[in-house]
């Protein structure tokens, strides 16, 4: 991560958002080659979440969930039902052995999810090389899919 100074300088290029994080990347790494739209996972960072779905109908996860929590719903007189943890398969989609919610039923499912970003750009910069050696590169990377309708990567 560059320093807080470096932030600064991309806030006031005008293009900076709420989450955007400027990043150094050496030049012997696979991702000194990363280009605009790549996606980065941090394995290391997580963020909350909190979702309403439908079992039945929405039964999706759509991004890098590192746990899951708790999942819960209400029964037909209005009392909270804690239901158990699913499962989830590769493309999202959750399962359930037993204690799921039933059919129909909206229910919620709150958990910690990897932390996203994609390549908005290099960040400005007068120089690349030096005697013919590359230099280190920043890059901005810019939260992905706020509203988390993004695919989770293959496995």
């Known amino acids: 991560m560059a320093n807080s100074r470096i932030q600064r300088e991309w806030a006031e290029f005008g293009q900076w958002e709420n989450g955007d994080i400027v990043v150094t ?3 012997n790494t696979p991702m000194y080659e990363m280009r605009q739209f790549d996606r980065v996972l941090m394995l290391n960072n997580t963020d909350g979440f909190s979702l309403q779905l439908t079992r039945g109908e929405n039964d ?9 929590e708790r999942v819960f719903w209400l029964d037909e007189e209005g009392g909270i039902v804690e239901g158990s943890i699913p499962g989830v398969e590769d ?3 959750l399962t359930w052995a037993s204690g799921g919610p039933p059919a129909g039923v909206q229910y919620s499912i709150t958990g910690t999810r990897y932390a996203e970003f994609f390549c908005f750009g290099d960040y400005p910069s007068n120089r690349n090389m030096h005697r013919g050696m590359r230099l280190p590169r920043r890059v901005v990377l810019r939260r992905f899919d706020l509203f988390g309708r993004s695919t989770p990567p293959s496995a």
């Open 25 to 27: 990347i050496p030049e």
């Open 60 to 68: 999706r996860l759509h991004m890098p969930v590192a746990t899951i």
């Open 91 to 93: 493309d999202g989609s």
